[in-house]
Structures are given as C-alpha cells and as structure tokens.
C-alpha cells in the first residue's frame, strides 16, 4: 500500500496522526507543512488550540530516509508553532535516528553560534597557553642540556652517521645560496659606500666598510638567515612529520631518547658548520665588494687589500664566528622546538615548519643586538 496518514482528536488539543503503508522516498512523501495545514483543517479551530500531536506508526509497513526527512521537518515545524510531537509510539529505529539528527543539528547550532567570552576569559586563557608555551620551552633547552651532558659522558645515543649527514645537508648543500648572497651582499654595501663616501672624497674606505660590515654583522646575519629559512624550516619538517607518522613514539616505546637521536646531531652540525659558512661567505662579500671598486671605483686591487688588511682586526673576525655559532644554535633548537611540539597531521607540520622560520629569525636579531650591545660595552 502507498503511504498515507489520518489525522484524528483523541481528546481536547490532541491530535493523532497515524503514518500508514510505505513511506519511502520513490514515492514522493508529502511535505510536513501539508501534512500541518490538514491537521489544522479537521481540527477546525486555531493552532494555538493545539496542543500534542501523537504520531502512530502501527500501521506502517516500510520505511526509508524519507520518513526521517519527513519527520524532522515535521517536528521542526511543530515547534515554531507551539505544538509537542509526541514520537512515544514511533519503531525504535526511527527514535534512534532522530535523536543523532538532534545531536549533530545541536552541534551545528553550537560552531555556528559560539558563546562569547569576556574578555577575563579570554586574557586568563592566553597567559595559560603563552605560560604552558614557555614551560614546554624552558623544559626542552633542559633535556638539550641534559643531552650535552650525556654526550661529554658518552652515553648518548646520538648516531655519528646522523650526526654526518646533517653536517651534510646544512653545509656543503648550502654552498650555493650562501655564495650568491654573500657575493650580492658585498656588492651593495660597496654601492652604499661609495655614494656616501664620494661626498666627501674617501671613496678608498669602502674596502674598510665592506671587510668589518661583512666580518662584524652581514657574514652572520645572513648566514643565520639563511640557515633559519633553509636549515631551520627542514629540521622542523622533518621531525614534524616524524610526530605525525608516531616515528618519534616509537623511538620512546623502545627507550631511545627523541633528544639523543634527533637533536643533537642536528644542534652540533649547526655548531660545526655555522662558523665555517661565516668564515666562506666574509671572504666572498669582501671579493664581491673588491669587484665594484676594480670595475667602477677603478680603486687598484693592491690598495683594496691594504685598505683591508689595515681595517680588519682579529676581534672582528673572531667577534662574528662567534655570533654565527649562537645563530646556529638558535636556529637548529627553534627547528627542532617546533617539529617537536607539531601536531598529527599536514597542516600542523606546514605551522611548525612557518612557525621555526619566524622563531629563528627573530632569535638571531635579538641575539644580534645583545652582542652589539656587549661589544659597545666591552669596547670589542
């Protein structure tokens, strides 16, 4: 039998509608307004004299998800207009259906109209997160710590062809970024120079300009800079992909330390290589500031160098390894702080991946003012 329903008064504003026959959804079901409208009409009075209406379903013989349609529609109905929908008497199928289509309608309701919080709330949340993110911090640089010292003992895991191939990868592998910087870099702070210098006719002192600039701050800088974008990013891509492929629970299930076996071959590399790329890349932006003056300034090559050699102190060059090694180690513990706290998925390990870039990059120049800092004040 096709569906088919009537609707009858039990008692004063009780209404019974009783769902007969298939209700399936090749059989173009009624809509729950219609069904509404005629309720209304064998009543013969206003909707506000009803008050319950009590669906039946004893005379149904076959369902689908077309009687579900119906029947949230009918409820949702029902309600804007002040009427109880009684579903006591519905298969216990059907009750079970409708409350999950309750439950995701309730959660739906809820991420489309969040409760808002007061703005003690909100600040008492961020200083938790911002305390929690500092813990997890301070809490890393100690097992780092505590790494070293396991290193100096020698019982750390760490593997030395780890340790090898990330030398690989942050060293010789950047030779060619850092050499198209360095040479660049040297050829503006010379076009800078001599502007300036011309005024006054010195233009003999860029050599002086461009050998501490480079040796002092932009051999550091930059190489600080480029390892955080190339060096950093890929040491929190990594690991971060290590967490969300549960590698680095693996690691812990078999007792081996993630710190041992993942960061510190990663923080020595960075050690060992950051102050033999500073050393490579003042050598060639002092070349690349030698090429402006041969070819523009027509400054001859045996003045460049004596110009050089006469500015150039053993406290610049040693005062910029030093700051390149700090940069290095900055940069290798802001890629692996992040790959550490990335989450499970993509997009975390694209966040943490972004998140150690910016990390390392504002590191360095913090750093770097601090050193100029200490240096104005130890007169270095």
Known sequence: MKWHFDSTSSSEGTFTLSLQGQWILGLELPEASLVLKSIRASAGASTASIKRIVLDAASLENWDSGLLVFLTSFRRLSSESGIDAVEDALPEQVKALLALATKVDEREGAARCPKRRSFIEELGEKTLKMTSQWFEVVSFIGDCSLGCVRLLQGRSRMRLKGLLYAIQRSGPDAFPIVTLISVLVGVILAFIGSGQLAQFGAQ????????????????????????????????????????????IDALKTFGISAIDFLVMPRVLALIVVTPLLCAYADILGILGGAMVTFSVLEISPLLFWEQTI???????????????AVFGILVALSGCLRGMQSGR???????????????????IVVADAIFSLLASLLGV
Request: glycine share 12%; charged share 10%; proline share 1%.
């Open 204 to 247: 003999i002192y860029i050599a002086n300009l461009v050998a501490v600039g480079m040796t002092r701050e932009m051999g550091p800088i930059m190489v600080g800079v480029i390892l955080a974008g190339r060096t950093g990013a890929a040491y929190a891509a990594e690991i971060g992909a290590m967490q969300a492929n549960e590698e």
């Open 310 to 324: 006469g500015a150039l102190t053993l406290n610049d060059f040693l005062l910029g390894l030093i700051k390149s």
């Open 345 to 363: 998925d993509s997009v975390a390990v694209g966040t943490a991946t972004t998140s150690a870039v910016v990390t390392g990059i504002v590191l």
